[in-house]
């Protein structure tokens, strides 16, 4: 009831697309319940939970904050969701976020921006009274971050515990960053992503989101990890327990500084947090060395061409026959199918589709699509896992800056923003590592600034006790 209360407190943040609230109390009531007999399901039993509008929920409107699923109601829960029922989740609702999850500032939805809670936060005012990031005048206000800013903006401003976001080349750890919250990437493969609304299925993975590194912990390896039948690319390994030991010796352990993200554009603040935590490492007996990801400047170019050729395809399926909208043009289906996609998606959508289309074309496919994977999935996988190997984890910022006000954001070339913003984040994808971010401090604008932790392949445990230490 009372992150129902907050929810409806902070309504103007944007953050949740629909509020399950009948469901929520009906959850609760029966959490209460066992809870009282001394028989909770799990770990995650009676708590309240949030979840991005682009994860499939079973009578539950999934829209992907577009018009093309806007009244699409599954008809099946992703395996992830119901993982997190089965252990007796309470469902507060459905997250906001850009346009089948194609953005980084969650500005790019059907249902209008999500709001940063730090641009309102009454404690954090600095001496001149104004809120951090501004949060004054109506369009005032500092950006979640994307594309789960909803999932982000929900955890942060207290109106559940834990959420589900996506990550493809970011989508999770950005707005975490951002909303000074912790944000989870696991290992591709480690989760589920059946029922998962897919955008680049050769990088997605579901993300976690929450206000600690020991609830990610719980959420992963309590709840949520685990082979799903249903989903191929999930490995049957045993599924290992995390515990996160209360003292944590870093010593023994190896940090690499990656000397190509030191990249244009990265605030002096960030960058000197980034290097202050890493004297802390030192102080503290880590190794913390300097490593070179040569690879690291191709990787958002190649990110770009398998992610447009992957979106091509996916997009393929919503042709107003199937699911959601469909245009009432009807003088053929080429026309039906052209104005349903027209009227249906938003420009950066149809962007993608177009140049993913102009990729896969017969002639241009080997000479950017198969080069990328070349370049993209072998060459950085390599690097980037041969130096996780040797050097154990990579300490970098997440983000360039902390959150940037929604009127710089919309002014500058929103797409070319986008495409700067992932650098730190979206080569882990490529290589399917774990990561995570952590808040570190605060800027002066008063807004989080995080840093992100990259391990090896299925060693979350190691990686989340790092975190834990640095948190
Ligand atoms: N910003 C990236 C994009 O727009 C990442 C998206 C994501 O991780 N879902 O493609």
Redesign the pocket.
Known sequence: QKCLKLIKKTKFLNSYITVTEDLALEQAEEAEIRFQRGKPLGPLDGIPVAVKDNFSTANIETTCASVMLKGYIPPFNATVVQKLLDQGAVLMGKTNL?EF????GSTDSIFGPVRNPWSYSTHCRDRSGQTPGGGTSDSDWAVTG??SGGSAAAVASLTCFASLG??????TR?PAANCGIVGLKPTYGLLSRHGLIP?VNSLDVPGIMTRSVHDAATVLAGVLQGHDPKDSTTVDYPITPINLPDDIDVSSICIGIPREYHAPGLSSETLSHWSRTAELFEKAGARVVEVSLPHTQHSIVCYHVL?MAEVASNMARFDGLEYGYRSAVDSSTEAMYAATRHEGFNDVVRRRVLSGNYFLLKHNCKLFVVKQIRIGHLGYNFVLMFVCCVCFRLLTPTTLTEAIRYTDFTKEDNRTR?AQ??IFT?PVNMAGLPAVTVPVALASTRLPISLQLIGQAFQEQKLLTVANWLE
């Open positions: 850009d999850a194609m953005g980084s994307g594309s996506s990550d493809t080349g970011g989508s950005n955008l992610c986008s913003e992932d979206q």
